[in-house]
């Protein structure tokens, strides 16, 4: 559990040694997955050989678009509902992955800098839920 | 392989749950009404129906487990004959087609119904029914809140970044899909509405706003098919399939519709909407630029003016110019949604395949009165929907 609550689904990431997703890498064709695969997905790779790798650091935002409604269960938020920017980004490891932005409507922009945070989601029962977010850098 | 013509096509107007048009019907009868209307529009009796090929909905009918096509048989008389029923998301009624006219091309049957109907739950689609961390669409929707009209939303916000398109371009598209919607009977909104009206529609998700994303709707669809030989003891003039095609997601399609995909090295598009439009030009030996006219799922504006270049209907970032232009509306040079689309009906998902065959048939057969594309030769019908299912179906006369 981090500083930010316990995660919202366990085991998809970590916030030890700063925030990284736990996902793996195809080690023949290079091609990697978020959340963990078992089997490489890539129809032109010889042979799948799978291995845990983590992803976080730095990216750009790709695109980006604004929850202005409540998306509806199962994701949870806390109330009043607070819009918030969803955005599509490119990390330099080379996933491409949506994800929150915790800085406010205004802030993003197509091939703004951004970094991989753990930030919380929602409280429930006086805990809080932690999920993986961007920060503008 | 033998000629499929479409002879039989029939519409159940859409609408919402307790209004004048559906009232509380349910799904099963929406579709017996759009079946009896496509069985009369054939001159052909229910017994003369030698297979049924069904949308599945996840939302009525179908005793919960998707049987929709059974429901359908049971309402009209159990004569015991085969029952296909298709799931594909939102591209489950284009899928039905498919099958149904792969069975009659393969000579397996004659006359074939293919028919989809929903009465829609209120509110933005859930797009997972599971609560499992398994499930990539579950995770997506716990950790990150990601609706559809959010993904439609970054595309449309990329597009804003790549040609700098604007928001009130793309108002515009609604205005001219509404515009369409006049006239027709079977639209659930039959009223143009103003420039001014969309942008002050609120945002769903911005950078599209209420007016811009089709709503859900209650509706269906139903369509009677048959050997081209058997058409032509039916009528003089049947209308014909040219293809049918269906695909699913590519590897490297790199859009945002799961938690992640890698970084692409080429573009960033709708694969297997790509992959089924392409396979239907072939096998119907044909390019985009010959169509009269296509039917495309426009979920939202944006689809509008992506899909037309992403098929080569014309140039990368043209669209805007030419829908000013006037060029995709019935009378243009490249007419797009001339039924209103997606944006005037609300979505009635596995009715959807379903209703723009019933809209390619009007237009062929010339029967499509103040929306009509003069002179339409040949068609394009396309949709898609989750788990990357496509489809695409081109009609001619
Ligand atoms: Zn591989």
Redesign the pocket.
């Known amino acids: 559990m981090s500083e930010h609550g316990k995660a919202c689904v366990p085991g998809l990431f970590t916030d030890d040694n700063g925030a990284r997703l736990l996902g793996t890498r ?1 080690s ?4 990697p997955y978020f959340p963990k695969v078992t089997r ?1 997905h ?1 129809p032109r ?1 010889s ?3 799978l291995v845990d790798a983590s992803f976080g650091g730095r990216g750009t935002i790709w695109s980006y678009s604004v929850a202005d409604f409540a998306p509806p269960p199962p994701h949870k938020h806390d109330k009043p509902f607070k819009p918030y920017v969803i955005a599509v980004v490119d990390l330099d490891e080379g996933l491409r992955i949506v994800g929150q932005m915790v800085d406010g409507l205004d802030q993003a922009s197509v091939g703004a800098p951004v970094t991989l945070v753990i930030d919380t989601l929602y409280h429930e029962d006086g805990q809080a839920y932690s999920t993986w977010k961007f920060k503008r850098i | 392989m033998q000629d499929v013509a479409v002879v039989g096509v029939g519409l159940h107007r859409f609408g919402k749950t307790g209004d004048d048009v559906v009232g509380n019907k349910s799904v099963t009868e929406l579709c017996r009404i759009a079946v009896e209307r496509a069985l009369k529009d054939a001159g052909v009796s229910w017994r003369d129906i030698q297979a049924v090929s069904a949308a599945s909905s996840r939302f009525s009918g179908g005793k919960g487990w998707g049987l929709n096509g059974n429901d359908v048989v049971e309402e009209m008389g159990s004569t015991g004959i085969p029952v296909y029923n298709l799931s594909a998301g939102c591209a489950a009624g284009g899928n039905a087609f498919n099958v149904g006219y792969s069975l009659v091309a393969g000579g397996v049957y004659d006359m074939v119904l293919v028919v989809g109907g929903e009465v829609m739950p209120k509110g933005m689609i859930q797009t997972s029914g599971v609560e499992e961390a398994t499930d990539p669409e579950f995770l997506r929707q716990r950790c990150v809140g990601m609706p559809g009209p959010s993904f439609w939303a970054t595309l449309a916000r990329r597009r804003m970044h790549d040609y700098g398109t604007t928001e009130e371009q793309m108002a515009r598209v609604t205005v001219k899909a509404r515009k369409c919607s006049v006239g027709n009977p079977y639209a659930r909104f039959q009223k143009e509405v103003s420039l001014e009206d969309v942008l002050k529609s609120p945002y769903v998700s911005n950078p599209l706003r209420l007016f811009e994303i089709c709503p859900v709707s209650n509706g269906a669809a139903a369509a009677v098919i048959c050997s081209a030989k058997r058409a032509r003891q039916l009528t003089r003039q049947p209308v014909l399939v040219a293809s049918s095609a269906v695909a699913t997601i590519g590897f490297d399609d790199a859009l945002p519709r799961s938690l992640a995909v890698p970084v692409p090295n080429g573009p960033s598009r709708h694969t297997e909407v790509y992959a089924a439009v392409t396979r239907a030009f072939e096998a119907a030996g044909v390019g985009p630029r010959d169509l009269s006219f296509v039917e495309l799922q426009d979920n939202t504006c944006y689809y509008e003016l992506a899909f037309p270049e992403e098929w080569g209907l014309c140039q990368p970032g043209e669209a805007e110019r030419l829908h000013a232009a006037g060029e995709t509306l019935p009378t243009g040079r490249m007419p797009v949604n001339p039924s209103g689309g997606f944006v005037s009906f609300g979505e009635a998902t596995t009715a959807m395949g379903v209703f723009q065959i019933c809209e390619l048939t009007w237009q062929l057969r010339g029967e499509s009165g103040a929306r009509q594309v003069p002179g339409a030769k040949l068609g394009l019908a396309q949709t898609n929907g989750l788990g990357g299912n496509a489809t695409a179906a081109i009609l001619k006369r």
């Open positions: 195809c023949t064709c290079n091609t490489c890539n790779c042979e799948s050989r």
